[in-house]
């Protein structure tokens, strides 16, 4: 059974850093992302060779993955009031990455942040 279980969201205020987890379990994909509700925010290809994200985040969020525990991260600094939202993990078993929300299957069931100014 598939499952990808988001955490790490949270409170925090303008200017702080978090750091959401996605555990993937029940099977390895090629393209995993995050997207606030059906925003895309950013994206990685299996190995993390390729990478993308939202102008919006560029140089403020960092999207990793570890293969040995099967886990994306997302490391998120400098937050903004407008990165409020629900973090949603997803994959895709199509080479990615994608920064599409249709080509992506498989979804967490979310995070929360919320950044107060």
Request: hydrophobic residues 35%; neutral net charge; contains cysteine.
């Amino acid at each position: 059974q598939v499952q990808l279980v988001e955490s790490g969201g949270g409170s925090v205020q303008a200017g702080d850093s978090l750091r959401l987890s996605c555990a993937v379990s029940g099977r390895s994909f090629n393209a995993y992302a995050w997207f606030r509700q059906r925003e895309f925010v950013a994206t990685t290809s299996w190995g993390g060779a390729s990478t993308d994200y939202a102008d919006s985040v560029k140089g403020r969020f960092t999207i990793s993955r570890d293969n040995a525990s099967n886990t994306v991260y997302l490391q998120m600094n400098s937050l903004k009031p407008e990165d409020t939202g629900v973090y949603y993990c997803a994959a895709s078993q199509r080479m990615g990455p994608f920064a599409r929300v249709d080509v992506y299957g498989s979804w967490g069931q979310g995070t929360q942040v919320t950044v107060s100014s």
